[in-house]
Nanobody, 122 residues
Framework: QVQLVESGGGLVQAGGSLRLSCGASGSIVSINAMGWYRQAPGKQRELVAAITSGGTTNYADSVKGRFTISRDNAKNTVYLQMNSLKPEDTAVYYC????????????????WGQGTQVTVSS
């Protein structure tokens, strides 16, 4: 019912910046929250940042002060501005959305995008 498509990943040198985008489409009634997770090789997937429909944000301690999450509610799009990138930021970044959709009534579902690769060279 809902598709999430990420873009903006790539290869940058340490200290560089990238901006990730994720658009949600489908039979969406409302989006309660959107966010970004990442998973590095051999490591567990971790929450990077999230933002609620009301604008409340949450960041992993490792990215505070460097990453900024924002959203355009009209476009059902979330962004992650990543500055001062470090090699340890290298991972596949996944967009997530906590979405209410209409089937018979309205149900709430959590969706994952396919991920976009971010590689930071030293």
């Amino acid at each position: 019912q809902v598709q999430l498509v990420e873009s903006g990943g790539g290869l940058v040198q340490a200290g560089g910046s990238l901006r990730l985008s994720c658009g949600a489409s489908g039979s969406i009634v409302s989006i309660n929250a959107m966010g970004w997770y990442r998973q590095a090789p051999g490591k567990q997937r971790e929450l990077v940042a999230a933002i609620t429909s009301g604008g409340t944000t949450n960041y992993a301690d490792s990215v505070k002060g460097r990453f900024t999450i924002s959203r355009d509610n009209a476009k059902n799009t979330v962004y992650l501005q990543m500055n001062s990138l470090k090699p340890e930021d290298t991972a596949v970044y996944y967009c997530t959305a906590d979405v209410s959709i209409r089937v018979i009534g309205v149900i709430r579902q959590f969706y994952w995008g396919q991920g976009t690769q971010v590689t930071v060279s030293s």
